[in-house]
Nanobody, 124 residues
Framework: QLQASGGGLVQAGDSLRLSCSGF????????LGWFRQATGKDREFVVA????????IYADSVKGRFTISRDNAKSMLYLQMNSLQPEDTAVYFC???????????????????WGQGTQVTVSS
């Protein structure tokens, strides 16, 4: 079972690093991603990285501020978030899926397993 951690309450401009564990066998060869969901809004794509470690795909809203990384040896997924803004406030979910084509990376239903999420709150 996927478990995201590392969220918290920070001020605008601060940084946080989220971690995700619990992948088991669904790590190598799978696409890994982060989504977020603000209160009252739909789940929103943040970033995805494919199994070949090709260039990650980022949402425009986080490009240049967030960095995804995966540690294949430890089966861990990370999201480094810098220059956080109040609009980044949301519950952040890690997710995993197999054989996701490029055009479907931003679609939540493309992914097979989801973690419980970790709350990130950014105050202004």
């Amino acid at each position: 079972q996927l478990q995201a951690s590392g969220g918290g309450l920070v001020q605008a401009g601060d940084s946080l690093r989220l971690s995700c564990s619990g992948f088991g066998r669904t790590f190598r060869g799978y696409t890994l991603g982060w989504f977020r969901q603000a209160t009252g809004k739909d789940r929103e794509f943040v970033v995805a990285i494919r199994p070949t470690n090709s260039n990650p795909i980022y949402a425009d809203s986080v490009k240049g501020r967030f960095t995804i990384s995966r540690d294949n040896a430890k089966s861990m997924l990370y999201l480094q978030m810098n220059s956080l803004q109040p609009e980044d406030t949301a519950v952040y979910f890690c997710t995993v899926g197999r054989s996701i084509i490029l055009s479907n990376l931003r679609v939540p239903s493309s992914y097979e397993h989801w973690g419980q999420g970790t709350q990130v709150t950014v105050s202004s």
